[in-house]
């Protein structure tokens, strides 16, 4: 059975820094991905990592935010730098799967951005 678990959310301040970490299990991937979405919104695509560590990133987070991941752990991380509030919404990861072809998600960690 394929799981993602999303943790590490939380409220901060603004400036602040946190790292959300995805655990996956129960397949073999190849492209993780952080997209958020924010009450009233679409969600959005934050950063985006493939299994030859190419990354890519929302111009919006681009010096701020950095996508990471573990293979031995099939763990992936968004450290996340210089919050604003702007930042504010529900962190999903992703992750594709060699095995099933398909696309899988997590459930989301709040991450609120307030003095």
């Known amino acids: 059975q394929v799981q993602l678990v999303e943790s590490g959310g939380g409220l901060v301040q603004p400036g602040g820094s946190l790292r959300l970490s995805c655990a996956a299990s129960?397949?073999?991937?190849?492209?993780y991905g952080w997209y958020r979405q924010a009450p009233g919104k679409q969600r959005e695509l934050v950063a985006r990592?493939?299994?030859?560590?190419?990354?890519n990133y929302a111009d919006s987070v681009k010096g701020r935010f950095t996508i990471s991941r573990d293979s031995a752990k099939n763990t992936v991380y968004l450290r996340m730098n210089s919050l604003k509030p702007e930042d504010t919404a529900v962190y999903y990861c992703n992750a594709f799967s060699v095995i099933t072809r398909r696309l899988y998600w997590g459930q989301g960690t709040q991450v609120t951005v307030s003095s």
């Open positions: 990592i493939t299994s030859e560590d190419s990354t």
């Open positions: 129960g397949s073999i991937f190849s492209i």
